[in-house]
């Protein structure tokens, strides 16, 4: 457990000195959930708003954030140097995840901080189940972070992982919801992952059932289709 704890310190502080990690990570879900609720007036409060940034954070670290330094560690030969080592492959992953769940709970922590300073008031009740939520979004999205990082080159991870960032943010109800999209928009929406993630948040925090839901089952349907993409298609060189 000790080199478990020592790589993920190693693998924390280095996500840290990375500038571009900070600004997707903090810079852009803290700028748009202080100024997004004023750009749209009363059709983008504060409690439509805060469950897609939540969700879009977890996204940021655990996909963006993580596909990119597994993707560059993998072409650097770090991940067949560091897995041949004493530490092994599979703690090497645990390593790198624990890493990730540490800045990820500072971030949502920081989200949720701002939010009710500026008058968020999510259900009580919602709470637990977001929490739940909370993590099968994040083990989905890994999955889908490693499965990026795990089969294209590093160039392709950052293009493509950077990409799929930008068109969650208008596509996939973190703005603005489904329902709300225009025209074929809405049904291209819950194509993506993002969208049955916000959604099962939103239901949640307004007091719904959010664990019995459709959002919710499509969520869980994501994460284990992509987890075991990743665990079957990732190649360490």
Not at 135 to 163: P, W
Not at 183 to 194: F, R, T, Y
Request: aromatic share 8%.
């Amino acid at each position: 457990m000790s080199a478990i704890t020592a790589q993920a310190r190693m693998e924390f502080l280095l996500t840290l000195r990375r500038g571009e990690s900070l600004v997707v990570t903090l810079a852009i879900p803290l700028g748009l959930l202080v100024f997004m609720p004023r750009v749209l007036g009363e059709s983008g409060s504060i409690d439509e708003i805060t469950p897609g940034i939540l969700a879009l954070s977890v996204v940021a670290t655990s996909m963006v954030s993580f596909a990119i330094s597994t993707g560059y560690d993998r072409a650097y030969g770090v991940l067949k140097l560091i897995g041949g080592s004493p530490l092994g492959r599979p703690r090497l992953i645990v390593a790198k995840v624990l890493a990730i769940l540490v800045i990820q709970a500072f971030q949502l922590a920081l989200v949720v901080l701002i939010a009710l300073l500026l008058g968020w008031a999510p259900a009580p009740v919602g709470i637990p189940q977001a929490i739940l939520i909370l993590a099968v979004g994040s083990a989905a999205f890994t999955g889908l972070g490693l499965l990026l990082a795990g089969t294209l080159r590093a160039e392709g991870t950052l293009a493509v992982s950077n990409l799929l960032f930008l068109v969650f943010v208008p596509m996939g109800g973190v703005i603005v919801p489904p329902d709300e999209l225009p025209g074929v928009a809405e049904g291209m929406s819950w194509l993506l992952p993002i969208t049955p993630f916000v959604e099962s948040l939103r239901i949640a925090f307004e007091g719904g059932w959010a664990i019995a839901s459709v959002p919710f089952a499509l969520l869980c349907g994501w994460g284990a289709v992509l987890c075991f993409l990743a665990a079957r298609n990732f190649r360490w060189e």
